[in-house]
């Protein structure tokens, strides 16, 4: 979802990661064919977008393919999530793969021969629809990686499980989707795994880097509503009402205070943000009400839920004081994307292996959300950055997610698949 994309991300993927004994294994690789394959798959869901919970054409691409893999599939997990089982020929740990299949509701305005021209409907409105943040590519790379893995099953160590999930953009209004309904659903009942992985391509890192980090790498995201109510009266007798645009300041003003005053910003960073401000209908009318929105960033869970209960007080208390009430809804949206410190370490060799030692950075905290934290607080996870600026383009420059101007270099799907890949055959066996 990176729900904020900023240059600031560039490759400031940090300072080249603290050299690594690389493992002693083989690279694996795809073929040309294979890569061809994987290339034409993008083009197509590219050229098809579906947005959250309705990505139809796009899960039934999927399931014919890995049906056609002799992989075993279930279907219909969160309204369109596709999940393959591929058994290894001996014996192992269950390695879970995932990928996410919606696009946005963004006029694509790229001139590729296979840009998207499909018209959708998303809150009541008709919009266009568009592949914004690579998550075909996401698509294209799995299913390039279960080819190649149910080729060579029998030198697989365990099983893999492939989740093609729906909604990571967030589900329509009225609606459950993504990577939390897959495991309300029973994703993780029955079959645990022992790991979960991730690639996320980023528009604004040159082509075929890797940003990783340990622990905490991506911002939960949650929205907030604080309703503030007063008594309407006249603009010239405001003795005679209660004003709640006044109290709605107050509000944004002292709110402001738990990230600067009350959170211990050494542990964790922390963004509180106003981004609707409703209220009043004519200048000489003070209203009943004021309308508040925001979102709020962390890192650090516990921290966040003393944000949820700082917020509340804040608004109660200062809207008191001017005679208001405030009314303070938390939408919780997705948890903080945490790696395990562990699964990194243990994989950093082959990531650095597939991609090039040089090519591997550590990444900066991202303001940005993802879903797959979900699957992260369950199971051990490793969820990556993987560039697509083409070559000889400045990336600070570069279209980033979610502009109707994003462009991703396709040579990063070799890698991305080859990463899948590899991860599988060297996690039984890495230290």
Not at 314 to 323: I, K, L, M, P, Y
Request: proline share 6%.
């Amino acid at each position: 979802m990176l729900r904020v994309i900023t240059a600031s991300l560039l490759f400031s993927f940090g300072l080249l990661a603290s050299p690594v004994v690389l493992a002693e294994h083989h690279n694996l690789t795809i073929d040309e064919e294979l890569e061809q394959k994987v290339i034409a798959w993008r083009r197509d869901i590219h050229q098809h977008p579906e947005l959250s919970n309705r990505e139809f054409r796009t899960s039934a691409l999927v399931a014919e393919h890995l049906r056609g893999l002799g992989i075993e599939v279930q279907t219909e997990i969160a309204h369109t999530g596709v999940v393959g089982m591929l058994q290894g020929g001996k014996p192992g740990p269950l390695i879970a793969l995932r990928a996410d299949m919606d696009a946005l509701p963004v006029t694509e305005q790229t001139d590729v021969p296979f840009r998207s021209t499909v018209i959708g409907e998303y809150r009541g409105n008709e919009v266009g629809v568009m592949h914004a943040c690579g998550h075909d590519l996401h698509v294209a790379m799995l299913m390039g990686a279960a080819e190649y893995l149910a080729q060579h099953r029998e030198q697989i160590a365990g099983t893999v499980m492939f989740i093609f999930q729906p909604a990571e953009e967030g589900a329509p209004p009225g609606e459950e989707g993504g990577a939390e309904l897959m495991l309300k659903e029973g994703l993780f009942a029955e079959h645990k795994p022992d790991a979960v992985f991730g690639i996320h391509v980023w528009g604004q890192a040159p082509v075929g880097t890797i940003g990783y980090r340990k622990g905490p790498l991506m911002a939960s995201s949650d929205r907030f509503e604080i309703r503030v109510k007063g008594r309407q009266t006249h603009g010239s007798a405001p003795w005679a009402g209660v004003d709640p645009i006044v109290a709605a300041a107050q509000i944004i003003n002292n709110v402001q205070t738990i990230v600067s005053r009350q959170i211990n910003i050494t542990k964790a960073p922390a963004v509180v943000s106003f981004g609707i401000v409703e209220g009043g209908v004519r200048n000489n009318i003070i209203p009943d009400e004021v309308y508040l929105e925001g979102t709020i960033r962390n890192f650090d869970m516990d921290i966040r839920q003393q944000i949820f209960r700082q917020l509340t007080q804040a608004a109660e208390a200062s809207a008191h004081v001017t005679g208001a009430t405030a009314e303070v809804t938390i939408d919780e949206g997705y948890p903080v994307t945490i790696n395990s410190p562990e699964l990194v370490a243990k994989m950093l060799p082959t990531t650095q292996r597939v991609a090039g030692e040089t090519m591997v950075h550590e990444s900066p905290l991202v303001t940005g959300a993802e879903d797959f934290s979900f699957y992260a607080l369950e199971v051990p996870g490793m969820f990556v950055f993987l560039g697509v600026t083409p070559e000889g383009q400045d990336p600070a420059k570069a279209p980033a997610n979610h502009s109707p101007f994003f462009y991703a270099d396709e040579s990063a799907l070799r890698i991305g698949t080859e990463l899948f890949i590899n991860w599988v055959f060297d996690y039984p066996e890495a230290g």
